[in-house]
């Protein structure tokens, strides 16, 4: 669904669209959501993918992380590829190696609750990312807002893309 938030620049925008996983079982663990993300990443952006988990904080998951991309433009270096800068740099990545593509965590045991699942039962994961984003990082198109000026000499390029 939309998602509206105060950022607007070549990445990101005011308004994007965001899918969301949860998984809720028996015995779902941390390892799980790791290994899920892997997956997902490998599959989107290839086999040779990384995932990195930093500590962060979402209010309805806990632990919480935001979940890092290793940089498909200069192999996680941080320098060379197809984005680099007059200083050498990769630009993508901004020199880190890294690129933020979305939040997730654990399950935050009151949200089971509210929801009438005993937590001491059950736990779960629960990821959320920008697909407009992911577009932009898989596709390499320079800016984020193309997806919305509606120019369909743009848009063409990816009709027939499954």
């Known amino acids: 669904?939309?998602?509206?938030?105060?950022?607007?620049?070549?990445?990101?925008s005011p308004m994007f669209h965001q899918v969301e996983g949860l998984y809720v079982d028996e015995t779902v663990t941390f390892g799980d959501l790791k290994g899920t993300l892997q997956v997902f990443v490998e599959r989107i952006f290839g086999v040779r993918s990384k995932v990195r988990l930093r500590p962060s904080?979402?209010?309805?998951?806990?632990?919480?992380?935001?979940?890092d991309l290793s940089c498909f433009s200069c192999g996680g270096s941080g320098s060379g590829g197809a984005a680099v800068g007059d200083d050498g740099r990769c630009r993508l990545c901004k020199a880190t190696g890294w690129i933020e593509i979305m939040?997730?965590?654990?399950?935050?045991p009151r949200v089971l609750q509210g929801v009438a699942i005993d937590p001491e039962e059950f736990t779960g994961f629960a990821?959320?990312?920008?697909?407009?984003?992911v577009a932009l990082l898989k596709y390499g198109f320079p800016d984020l807002r193309l997806l919305f000026e509606g120019d369909e000499r743009f848009l063409r390029q990816f009709s027939g893309l499954a």
């Open 103 to 108: 939040g997730a965590g654990m399950v935050h």
């Open 57 to 67: 904080f979402f209010p309805f998951t806990e632990p919480s992380v935001e979940v």
């Open 127 to 133: 990821f959320g990312l920008g697909i407009d984003r």
């Open 1 to 12: 669904g939309r998602v509206y938030r105060n950022d607007h620049d070549i990445t990101h």
